[in-house]
Structure formats: C-alpha cells, structure tokens
C-alpha cells in the first residue's frame, strides 16, 4: 500500500498505543509508524502523556508489548519528538463517561483535531454530536491518509 503526502490532525487515544505496541503488525502500529514519519500529526497534552505512561508501564502491557520500565519511559518521549504541543485553555467537563477519554477530548477541540482515533468509538460519540469531531478507527485514517 502506498501512501501520499497528505496529512491528518488527529489526538490518539490510549488504546491505539497499546494496540499498536501489542501487535506489530495491525492498523494501530502502521499509524504510529505514520506518526514517527511525520506522515499523521498527533496532537496532545501534558495530561495525555501522563496517560499514556499511566496505562503503558501497567505490567500487563509491559508483558506483551516486551517492554521493559525504561523502554516505557522512552516511547513518550519519541513520541513527542512527532506531536504538536496543545494547550488547554477550555475544558467542557463533563462530556464523557470516562474521565480519561475527557483529556483526549480536551485535545482534540482545543487543538482542532480532524479526528479522534480509538478502538472505543462508542466512548466517544459526544464528540461528533456536541463538538462535530469525527471518531474513528486506524484503519480508517490510514484509508483517508492513502486517498
């Protein structure tokens, strides 16, 4: 497959980095390989890489991604070496059922994300509704970015 230039504003939610460490070989894993090319822009916050070591370094991850503590500790930081910064400056709690899904949330309307990327589109269904941000999965992204 193929992939042009084009990109894509998008905020990560957690489960796409853990699929995508998981499983080399899914749709989460070529986005984050799209990510590290600076092909797909990932948009985050302080609070969402704190998240995202939170749910990484959980020993259940770390055994089957293979990933010692410090190797937790070093994907963030490659990861933010490929993100744009986003400051908060407007928290619409609460939206969502999930207090973590809120800073993913928090992200995407304050950086002005085209989408949310998740494997929990149902989560996020407020997004759309209330603030007109597409939810969608990695496979569709690596779809629209391929076009």
Request: aromatic residues 6%.
């Amino acid at each position: 497959m193929s992939y042009l230039f084009q990109t894509m504003r998008v905020v990560l939610d957690t489960s796409i980095l853990v699929a995508g460490l998981r499983s080399r070989r899914g749709a989460s894993n070529r986005l984050l390989m799209l990510v590290a090319e600076g092909r797909c822009i990932t948009l985050v916050t302080t609070a969402i890489f704190l998240e995202y070591e939170a749910v990484l370094v959980r020993p259940e991850h770390r055994l089957a991604t293979g990933m010692s503590e410090g190797d937790v500790a070093e994907f963030p930081a490659a990861l933010a070496s490929a993100a744009e910064p986003v400051d908060v400056h407007f928290m619409w709690r609460p939206q969502l059922s999930d207090p973590a899904d809120e800073l993913i949330l928090e992200a995407a309307v304050n950086g002005q994300a085209e989408a949310i990327v998740t494997h929990n589109a149902r989560d996020f269904h407020p997004a759309f509704r209330i603030f007109g941000i597409p939810v969608t999965s990695p496979a569709q992204v690596l779809k629209e970015l391929s076009k």
